[in-house]
């Protein structure tokens, strides 16, 4: 798609690049959750940004009130009150682009009866195809350090042929996909691999370093 942001008009494929990305939308702009997220956002950015994602808002409002709007969120930072913020805020005020993109939420509207624009996440590879994609409802706040930790999940899987279990942090021991045989996964795996015994005596619960 094309559309204009704080940062002039793009198309989202040329401004995406060789990066990963990261694209969530908001409902309306001045609204107090959505200063949380964003705020949260702008302070995770460095983080983002050492692991080659771009990060991109959207909103469905105008490029001004975007411009206003990033004033409250630095001030809710405790930072000076710019226009600026580490990534750019896409103006959707027609929905179009939510709308295109599945991003309404059914059950909220606002004060003119219109489906509101849900907390979506993508994350998009840079082979520009979709990887993941989360849709919290419109009143509850994303938690910005997951989807950091799913990005790192996403990035190590790509490279490595490995899963990561529940809860997995960056140093944390990975599991061994149930389609490597194993006759291979010594080969495979340097580090070894350790299977946990279980009842059913079936060997699926494979670690590796």
Same mark, same amino acid.
């Given at each position: 798609?094309?559309?204009?942001?704080?940062?002039?008009?793009?198309?989202?494929?040329?401004?995406?690049?060789?990066?990963?990305?990261?694209?969530?939308?908001?409902?309306?702009?001045?609204?107090?959750?959505?200063?949380?997220?964003?705020?949260?956002?702008?302070?995770?950015?460095?983080?983002?940004?050492?692991?080659?994602?771009?990060?991109?808002?959207?909103?469905?409002?105008?490029?001004?009130?975007?411009?206003?709007?990033?004033?409250?969120?630095?001030?809710?930072?405790?930072?000076?009150?710019?226009?600026?913020?580490?990534?750019?805020?896409?103006?959707?005020?027609?929905?179009?682009?939510?709308?295109?993109?599945?991003?309404?939420?059914?059950? @909220?509207?606002?004060?003119?009866?219109?489906?509101?624009?849900?907390?979506?996440?993508?994350?998009?590879?840079?082979?520009?195809?979709?990887?993941?994609?989360?849709?919290?409802?419109?009143?509850?706040?994303?938690?910005?350090? @997951?989807?950091?930790?799913?990005?790192?999940?996403?990035?190590?899987?790509?490279?490595?042929?490995?899963?990561?279990?529940?809860?997995?942090?960056?140093?944390?021991?990975?599991?061994?996909?149930?389609?490597?045989?194993?006759?291979?996964?010594?080969?495979?795996?340097?580090?070894?691999?350790?299977?946990?015994?279980?009842?059913?005596?079936?060997?699926?619960?494979?670690?590796?370093?």
């Amino acid at each position: 798609f094309e559309a204009d942001t704080t940062i002039g008009h793009i198309r989202f494929h040329d401004f995406l690049g060789d990066s990963w990305g990261v694209l969530f939308s908001h409902p309306r702009d001045y609204t107090p959750v959505c200063t949380t997220e964003l705020g949260r956002a702008a302070k995770l950015a460095p983080e983002f940004k050492k692991r080659n994602v771009r990060m991109i808002a959207l909103s469905i409002d105008s490029v001004q009130d975007h411009f206003g709007w990033s004033k409250d969120i630095n001030s809710y930072n405790c930072d000076e009150p710019t226009e600026t913020l580490p990534f750019a805020i896409i103006a959707d005020p027609k929905r179009d682009l939510a709308v295109k993109l599945g991003m309404l939420d059914p059950d @909220e509207k606002d004060m003119d009866g219109m489906p509101v624009t849900a907390r979506c996440v993508f994350i998009i590879g840079p082979d520009k195809k979709l990887k993941l994609s989360i849709l919290y409802p419109a009143t509850t706040g994303r938690n910005f350090d @997951e989807i950091l930790r799913v990005v790192d999940s996403l990035q190590l899987t790509a490279v490595h042929n490995v899963a990561t279990p529940v809860d997995w942090k960056p140093g944390d021991r990975v599991m061994v996909p149930p389609t490597v045989p194993e006759e291979s996964a010594s080969k495979l795996y340097p580090c070894g691999v350790f299977t946990k015994e279980l009842p059913s005596g079936k060997k699926y619960l494979r670690y590796t370093a």
